[in-house]
């Protein structure tokens, strides 16, 4: 019943989406280096991406009628973003953008002046931005997280702000008849439940082609006993274009029962993290290889899957299983493989841990050893087994606490970890670390009689260290500075990270913009704000242990 009624607000939001026709953003062809739903690091993607000849400062239009809802400018994530609310009850947003349009980039700028902040999220009343389809909103640009100059393209719901796949709106401007190609396999027993060639581990299975040019398993006969499920590696295609893409529907069928079924039409932007179970994420994180799993681990809520059952499959009888996958894209372009599986009867050995059961459909908590930690209900996506373990020597405030293998969590869980050696004198100093593959990434936390708390997303091992370094600030081509009208720094910190700066011009704030992927901080010359000739420039940069450093010199501006 819910997927009926999901699948009605989908079919009413598509029909009032295209109910006035959508112009594409961009004045070139349209070609895409990217699609709706496709399985990205934590997260899908939420959009389209529109290729812009790998050029910043084409054209972005208003595809509709609307008003300039939002206004967004971060050194991460979308960079500079427009969001535009139309009467038809859906939103689009332009990411990644170089600069506004002039009254919208003046703006802007006025309020992260009024803010003092480069950094900035603001809700805009309708009567302030209106738009006409076709207009001029901004430029094209390669801002906050974005690997190379593109568009990227958002089609919401304005009342829940959920993602719909943009492309519904250009499918007839985009032309696409090539058809998803499988290109792996791995296959999981049910812990305690199943067996894999005897195994009670997943199997990894590659694709290969025999002398005809049919598509084959390698290995070639597998067995399976019990409960079983299935995962594939695949990909997309479209035409004209070197680009792999996301595959939109999944369906899996045995002994033509139909196990699973997943469509990505749509999500809501708190269940993007869901992900971590669609995939096999110890496979992505250690060996960046996405496998989509055909079955529904209890902890995953997410609303792209259209079967009831959990996709795990029974095989119970000594025979010959014919497992069938079907693939789809939007257009409909359409690829089978089918394989058997042979059932063969044997023991499954009983599933044994000493550790505590943490389950994913109760809150967890575990106090004791330095460890103090709660995983709240919903947090995990499947039960396990925990065992923590405290390894010492790693630094000289903490031993190395591990928690778990790595894994994900769904929402940030609270930690706390005694400092077995609390003699630093500066208590801000004192920050929890990740440790993984020798790697360090700083968490950090609050201190409190001895112990460190912090909220992690991830099990796996931590330890307490100090950040007391300053972060770096490198002048860049410093002798051009009054000739090109720009002040350009990289910053840097080794620990803790950049939390926060501010330039200043004989006292007076100035905007100093930062390209988070380059780490380059850069001013330029403003004349409505700005004098030309000799002034002290100051920038301050502090990095998140309150560890701060200076740049304090006079320059000449602007000549």
Known sequence: MKNIFSCIIIFVFICNSQAQKALSPIDIPIYLSGNFGELRTNHFHSGIDFKTQGKIGLPIRAVKNGYISRIFVSPWGYGRALYIDHPDGTTTLYGHLDHFAKEIEAFTVDSQYIKESFYIDMAIPADIFPVKKGQIIAFGGNTGGSAGPHLHFELRETSTQNAHDPLVLYTDLIKDTRKPVIQALMIYPDAGKGLVQGKTGKLPVQIKKDKTGKEILSPGEIEVWGRVGFAIKAVDYMNDTY?????????????????????????????????????????????????????????????????????????????????????????????????????????????????????????????????????????????????????????????????????????????????????????????????????????????????????????????????????????????????????????????????????????????????????????????????????????????????????????????
């Open 243 to 559: 680009n792999t893409y996301g595959v939109k529907e999944v369906i899996l069928k045995i002994d033509d029962q139909k196990v699973f079924h997943s469509d990505m039409t749509h999500f809501a932007f708190s269940e993007t993290r869901y992900l971590n179970s669609l995939v096999d994420w110890e496979e992505w994180t250690f060996k960046k290889s996405f496998y989509m799993k055909s079955f529904i681990e209890p902890g995953n809520k997410l609303e792209i899957y259209r079967t009831k059952e959990d996709g795990f499959f029974d095989f119970n009888e000594e025979k010959n299983y014919t497992v069938q996958y079907t693939l789809k894209d939007r257009y409909g372009n359409t690829s089978t493989f089918d394989f058997t599986v042979k059932g063969k009867q044997q023991n499954i050995p009983i599933s044994q841990s000493d550790g505590i059961l943490f389950s994913c459909n109760q809150d967890n908590l575990y106090d004791q050893d330095g460890i103090s930690l709660t995983i709240p209900e919903g947090n995990l996506y499947t039960d396990i087994s925990f065992k923590p373990a405290i390894i010492a020597g790693q630094t000289r405030f903490s031993p190395l606490y591990r928690l778990h293998k790595p894994l994900p969590l769904h929402s940030y869980c609270p930690l706390t970890l005694s400092i077995s050696n609390d003699k630093f004198p500066q208590k801000e100093k004192y920050g929890i670390i990740a440790v993984r593959d020798g790697k360090r990434s700083w968490i950090g936390g609050t201190y409190d009689n001895g112990r460190i708390s912090a909220k992690i997303r991830e099990l796996g091992s931590y330890t307490i260290d100090i950040d007391t370094v300053a972060p770096v600030i490198t002048e860049l081509n410093a002798q051009s500075w009054g000739k090109n009208k720009r002040l350009s720094f990289k910053i840097s910190d080794a620990l803790s990270g950049v939390e926060s700066w501010k330039g200043t011009l004989d006292g007076q704030f100035i905007l100093f913009e930062l390209d988070g992927k380059n780490a380059h901080l850069f001013c330029n010359f403003d004349p409505k704000r700005m004098k030309t000739g000799s002034h002290r420039l100051k920038l301050v940069v502090r990095d998140g242990c309150g560890n701060e450093s200076v740049f304090d010199r006079v320059i000449s501006w602007g000549n």
